[in-house]
C-alpha cells in the first residue's frame, strides 16, 4: 500500500492544501510533502493524527475493499466447447459462481442440445438471441423464438435443444449458480 498517495488523495477530497493539512496536525509542510511522495514513512502516532484531521481513522485506512468488477471485456470470456453435443458455453462473468447468478451464451449447431440438468434450487432465465430452441422441462416442450424468453423455477429436469437448421445462440441466467 502506497501510504502517501492515499493520504494526498484524502488530502485533496478534503480541498487542503498541504501546507493546511499540515498546520492542523502541527506538522511541517516539508513533512507532508515527503510523506505524498512516499520518502518518508510516518510513526502509528503521527499518522493517527493526520487521518483525525482527515476524518478517517487507522481501521479505515487500512479497509482494502478489492474493488468489484463491473464490465468484462471479450477477453474475459471463458468458453468451453462440448462437440459430441454440438453446442458450447461462454461463461461471460468469470467466477459469476461466486456471486448470486451466473449468465452464460450457449451456441448450439444444428441438432446441438445440452445434458439433461437435474432439479436443483433457484431459477432459471433465457433470452433467445438467435435462432429457435426448445426448452425440455420435466414432461413439457416448449419452443422459443429469436427474441423470446424463458423463465422457471428449476424444479424439474431441462435441456435445451437447437431446433432449427442453423445456429442457436441463448444467453442464459442461473440463479443460483449451477452451470
Known amino acids: 500500500m502506497q501510504i502517501g498517495s492515499k493520504i494526498k488523495r484524502m488530502r485533496l477530497e478534503y480541498g487542503l492544501t498541504q501546507e493546511e493539512l499540515a498546520d492542523r496536525c502541527e506538522l511541517t509542510k516539508g513533512y507532508i510533502s515527503q510523506l505524498e511522495r512516499d520518502l518518508t514513512s510516518p510513526s502509528i502516532a503521527t499518522l493517527q493524527d493526520i487521518l483525525d484531521c482527515l476524518g478517517s481513522s487507522i ?7 478489492k474493488q468489484e468488477q463491473v464490465v468484462y471485456k471479450e477477453n474475459d470470456v471463458f468458453i468451453k466447447e462440448v462437440d459430441d453435443k454440438g453446442y458450447l458455453i461462454k461463461w461471460i462473468v ?30 432459471e432465465f433465457g433470452y433467445v438471441l ?3 430452441i ?33 445456429k442457436a445462440e441463448v444467453l442464459w441466467i442461473s440463479s443460483p449458480p449451477s452451470f
Open 94 to 123: 468469470p467466477n459469476a459462481q461466486k456471486k448470486d447468478m451466473e449468465p452464460i451464451i450457449l451456441e448450439l449447431e444444428e441438432n446441438g442440445e445440452t445434458e439433461e440438468d437435474d432439479p436443483h434450487q433457484g431459477e
Open 130 to 132: 438467435k435462432g429457435t
Open 134 to 166: 426448445v426448452l425440455s422441462l420435466g414432461k413439457d416442450r416448449y419452443r422459443i423464438k429469436k427474441g423470446e424468453c424463458f423463465h422457471y423455477k428449476a424444479k424439474q429436469s431441462h435441456s435445451i435443444k437447437n431446433a432449427g437448421k442453423r
Open 59 to 65: 481501521a479505515e485506512f487500512f479497509n482494502e475493499q
